[in-house]
Each structure stands twice: as C-alpha cells, then as structure tokens.
C-alpha cells in the first residue's frame, strides 16, 4: 500500500524489563472519579453515571521528557492518575471479564488548560483544545498486571517543585477500572492498546515553568517531567 505522504509513527510506551513497547490507539479519561476532586470542582459527588473524553493517541509525553508549556493558556492545571492499558477489547464487556482484558497499569497526568476549559464550560462547548493539546499526557513505563496484578488500594500522589500537591487512595475511585471498562464498552469498541486515564485526586493547581513535576502510584510506578 502507498501513501501521498508517509504515515505518522506509532504512538507508544516504554514496558518496565521490556524491550518490546506498547502501542498506543485511543486515550479515554472518566472525569471527576474522585470524591474529594469532585466537590473542589464544584460538583456533587453522588455515584451518577461516569462520563468520558479523549486525548489524542500523540499527546503522550513519554520517557520523563519536558513538558512544554501550551500556547494559549495562562493557567495549566496537573491532574495526576492511574492509567489502565489495554491488551484485547470488544463490546459489551461484562464486568466480571474486564480485567483480563488489561495488560498493565502506568503513571499518567492529565494536563488540562483550565482557564479554556472553563470557557468551554460556560459556552457549553467542547473540552477538546482544554484537554487535548500537545504533549498532555505524560505517562511514565507500563508495568505489566503479570508482575503486579490489579491495584484497587494504594497512595497516588503528585510533588510540584517538591511540595505535595494532590495525595489519595485508588481504594476512593468511585468507579473501579473493571467498571469503567464495561461502561466504556457499551459506547466504544475497546480495542488492544487503548488507555483509560481513571481519574485524579484533590489538589489540582496550576504549574508555572520551572515546576519539577514528580508523583506515582503505590505498587504501579512513578513519574516525573519538568515544566519548560
């Protein structure tokens, strides 16, 4: 097959021990999955339905490179989370199935631009310039569920220019990652290298170039980016 012009290069991540790495095909993120960051948000944190956005597969920052600053923006917010990888898919997954469809679990930040994306809130516009922007998804090495199996508790947290900014337990995720599998598999055909960015705890803020960004996961990893 041929092409007017060459296709861009697979999107992928580094897998702790591994040479091989894991190509990327969609990012999904399910907003306000925390209790605590619910309310600072302004929301009620009552168990409603998940909802969910996207990223594009090439906004991974991966391999603790920089972070640019955005254009466009004076207010850059961390949002530091579990992210979920998918090895197989399908429809209507059952939620008891859905974990043997992950391959592994990772580090993630969702950078948001949160003053667009307040815009978009009151216009009742889309978030995609807000969330989906270049290099907004600095993901650290996937550690593959053989080797460490399925969190469902542990401290996930977030240093910003070595303060601790955002500190919580996955056991407070309002909706499991075999949930959100499910729920997700009932709008999309999940596919093999799709990520699923579970959500953030309280404390998000804005960062400021300069900002050394360093936070994990309890049993999953760490992750670490300078704001330049």
């Given at each position: 097959?041929?092409?007017?012009?060459?296709?861009?290069?697979?999107?992928?991540?580094?897998?702790?021990?591994?040479?091989?790495?894991?190509?990327?095909?969609?990012?999904?993120?399910?907003?306000?999955?925390?209790?605590?960051?619910?309310?600072?948000?302004?929301?009620?944190?009552?168990?409603?339905?998940?909802?969910?956005?996207?990223?594009?597969?090439?906004?991974?920052?991966?391999?603790?490179?920089?972070?640019?600053?955005?254009?466009?923006?004076?207010?850059?917010?961390?949002?530091?989370?579990?992210?979920?990888?998918?090895?197989?898919?399908?429809?209507?997954?059952?939620?008891?199935?859905?974990?043997?469809?992950?391959?592994?679990?990772?580090?993630?930040?969702?950078?948001?631009?949160?003053?667009?994306?307040?815009?978009?809130?009151?216009?009742?516009?889309?978030?995609?310039?807000?969330?989906?922007?270049?290099?907004?998804?600095?993901?650290?090495?996937?550690?593959?569920?053989?080797?460490?199996?399925?969190?469902?508790?542990?401290?996930?947290?977030?240093?910003?220019?070595?303060?601790?900014?955002?500190?919580?337990?996955?056991?407070?995720?309002?909706?499991?990652?075999?949930?959100?599998?499910?729920?997700?598999?009932?709008?999309?055909?999940?596919?093999?290298g799709d990520l699923i960015m579970t959500g953030t705890p309280a404390g998000v803020a804005a960062v400021r170039r300069g900002d050394l960004l360093e936070g994990g996961v309890e049993g999953v990893g760490t992750l670490r980016t300078r704001v330049v």
């Amino acid at each position: 097959m041929s092409y007017v012009f060459d296709p861009a290069p697979v999107t992928s991540l580094a897998i702790a021990g591994e040479s091989a790495r894991f190509p990327v095909r969609r990012i999904y993120c399910v907003g306000r999955n925390y209790a605590e960051h619910a309310r600072e948000m302004g929301h009620d944190p009552d168990r409603e339905p998940p909802f969910f956005f996207s990223k594009p597969s090439d906004a991974i920052l991966g391999g603790g490179a920089d972070f640019p600053y955005p254009p466009g923006t004076e207010d850059v917010h961390h949002e530091i989370e579990l992210v979920a990888a998918l090895k197989s898919g399908g429809v209507d997954i059952a939620e008891a199935d859905a974990l043997g469809h992950v391959f592994g679990y990772a580090v993630g930040l969702d950078m948001t631009r949160r003053d667009l994306q307040g815009t978009a809130k009151k216009m009742g516009r889309p978030w995609d310039v807000a969330k989906g922007f270049d290099a907004s998804a600095p993901c650290g090495d996937l550690v593959p569920a053989s080797a460490i199996g399925h969190p469902t508790k542990g401290r996930i947290w977030l240093d910003v220019a070595g303060e601790t900014r955002q500190e919580g337990d996955l056991a407070d995720l309002i909706w499991s990652v075999p949930e959100m599998i499910a729920y997700l598999s009932r709008l999309f055909r999940l596919e093999a290298g799709d990520l699923i960015m579970t959500g953030t705890p309280a404390g998000v803020a804005a960062v400021r170039r300069g900002d050394l960004l360093e936070g994990g996961v309890e049993g999953v990893g760490t992750l670490r980016t300078r704001v330049v």
